[in-house]
Structures are given as structure tokens and as C-alpha cells.
């Protein structure tokens, strides 16, 4: 998971440990990286089978 804001910072990076079929909750502070009005998050797969999957549910970004 990368997240920019003036420059890109590797938030989590999933491993084959991450990839056993059960849902999982994350949460991230991510006020350290400076949110402005440019942020983004972004997520880099990596992916090269025809089976692998990526599900990704239920994203919030909230601001105080």
C-alpha cells in the first residue's frame, strides 16, 4: 500500500504470510505523510498468474 503527498511512502507491503484467504481489518494513521489536496493512495499488486486475486473493501479516508 503507497500513499503520496509531495513524494510516495510505503504505508504495508503484503507478503505471501498476508495471503491466506481470511478477511483481514487494517487501519492506518496516515496524517504523518502530510495530507493535502494532491494526496493518493495506491496500491501495487504485483500480480502475473491469470488466478491471482485482489479484493480490496470498504476504503475510508477521514480527515478531522
Not at 495471503?19 to 495506491?42: H, N, R
Request: hydrophobic residues 40%; charged residues 20%.
Amino acid at each position: 500500500l503507497v500513499i503520496g503527498s509531495g513524494g510516495s511512502h510505503v504505508v504495508k507491503t503484503f507478503t505471501l504470510v498476508d495471503a491466506d484467504g481470511v478477511y483481514k481489518y487494517y487501519e492506518f494513521d496516515l496524517t504523518q505523510y502530510g495530507l493535502t489536496s494532491e494526496f493518493y493512495i495506491a496500491i501495487d499488486a504485483q500480480m502475473s498468474a491469470t488466478n491471482d486475486i485482489l479484493f480490496v473493501d470498504d476504503v475510508r479516508v477521514e480527515g478531522n
